[in-house]
């Protein structure tokens, strides 16, 4: 049984940096999803795609991000220059098929708990 545990999150001042880890823990045998990604989800809105990474090491970012969020090899995600309006719970996610890999969260069918980020 495989567990995705993000770390990292906090709060943070506008214009700051904050980097999100993703481990996933329990054995990856049999493992299916051939995408990773961060999801977020912020108070009364829907649950947006933030940026995903493929078995192939092709990398896809919400237009809202971009230029400030780099996804990583690694499943990390490094954000820079954030703003009031990231604040979210963000989840490490795993899915496979062209919902994912578009960065649609449909696509994604195994998260993690989340952690808050919180910009003021």
């Known amino acids: 049984h495989v567990q995705l545990v993000e770390s990292g999150g906090g709060s943070v001042q506008a214009g700051g940096s904050l980097r999100l880890s993703c481990v996933a823990t329990?054995?990856?045998?049999?493992?299916?999803?051939?995408?990773m990604a961060w999801l977020r989800r912020a108070p009364g809105k829907a649950v947006e795609g933030v940026a995903a990474?493929?078995s192939d090491g092709r990398t896809r970012s919400a237009d809202s991000v971009k230029g400030r969020f780099t996804i990583s090899p690694d499943k990390s995600l490094q954000m820079d220059n954030l703003k009031p309006e990231d604040s979210a719970m963000y989840y490490c996610?795993?899915?496979?098929?062209?919902?994912?890999?578009?960065?649609?969260?449909?696509?994604?069918?195994?998260w993690g708990q989340g952690t808050q980020v919180t910009v003021s």
């Open positions: 990474i493929d």
């Open positions: 996610a795993a899915g496979r098929g062209v919902d994912a890999h578009l960065l649609r969260p449909s696509g994604y069918g195994y």
């Open positions: 329990g054995s990856t045998i049999g493992w299916q999803f051939d995408c």
